[in-house]
């Protein structure tokens, strides 16, 4: 059972506009959001984060986004620049027994082109 | 610079050999993760730990063994049980209070020979 969801394998977006990620969980006990870039053959890196008492959270060109009715966050951002594609995660978080454990979604594959 | 290592980059493995991934970090985080990803999945939680000399399993831990000696350190063995260890190996620690961001290596492929 997946419980985080990236229902979007790949996306393409020109540059110089917005990119928008999409993420759908189904655990309303998870309380951090999270959004990682990664290149391949690296590690993630982690991009912008956001705590379920919030709705909106931004950094420089990156904004995420939380719809808890809707249990869906998304990442935008603006303007995309060709050193934007890479694979997108989201990720939750839900602190179990007393330890943190994250799930992840499978991924976007976000392509800006020049 | 803090950080994540984890060696050897490329591993491979003969039939019924155990092999260990090297993960050490020297950013001072008590929790440490062992993650494994598979082409077209999210990454899939096989050990992790929250202190010295304690790891509890993930979802995927079938096959796998690891160890928590030090703080730094969380080594994982891939063992001849695990009958499809091709993947690449992703290794995360983070602080262990409050909810916080994952920091990662730059990953281990192993792949069967």
């Known amino acids: 059972d997946q419980q985080v969801k990236q229902n979007s394998p790949s996306l393409s977006v020109q540059e110089g506009r917005i990119s928008i990620l999409n993420c759908d969980y189904t655990?309303?006990?998870?309380?951090?959001f999270l959004w990682y870039k990664k290149y391949p053959a690296e590690g993630p890196t982690f991009l912008i984060s956001i705590s379920s008492i919030k709705d909106k959270n931004e950094d420089g060109r990156f904004t995420v986004f939380l719809n808890k009715s809707a249990k869906h966050l998304s990442l935008h951002i603006v303007p995309s620049q060709p050193g934007d594609s890479a694979v997108y995660f989201c990720a939750a978080s839900l602190l179990t027994s007393g330890t943190y454990k994250y799930i992840f979604g499978t991924g976007t594959r976000l392509k800006v082109l020049a | 610079d803090g950080g994540i290592t984890q060696s050897p980059k490329y591993l491979f493995r003969k039939e019924g050999q155990n092999v260990t991934l090297s993960c050490e970090q020297n950013l001072n985080h008590d929790a440490m993760y062992w993650y494994r990803q598979d082409p077209g999945q999210g990454l899939r939680l096989i050990y992790y730990?929250?202190?010295?000399?304690?790891?509890q399993k993930g979802d995927i831990a079938e096959g796998y063994s690891v160890s928590r000696e030090k703080k730094e350190s969380f080594p994982l063995t891939v063992t001849s049980a695990q009958k499809n260890p091709t993947a690449f190996y992703l290794c995360?620690?983070?602080?262990?209070?409050?909810?916080?961001?994952?920091?990662f290596g730059d990953g281990t492929r192993l792949s069967i020979l």
């Open positions: 655990n309303s006990m998870f309380d951090y």
């Open positions: 995360a620690s983070s602080r262990r209070t409050g909810n916080q961001p994952q920091h």
């Open positions: 730990s929250q202190i010295v000399n304690d790891f």
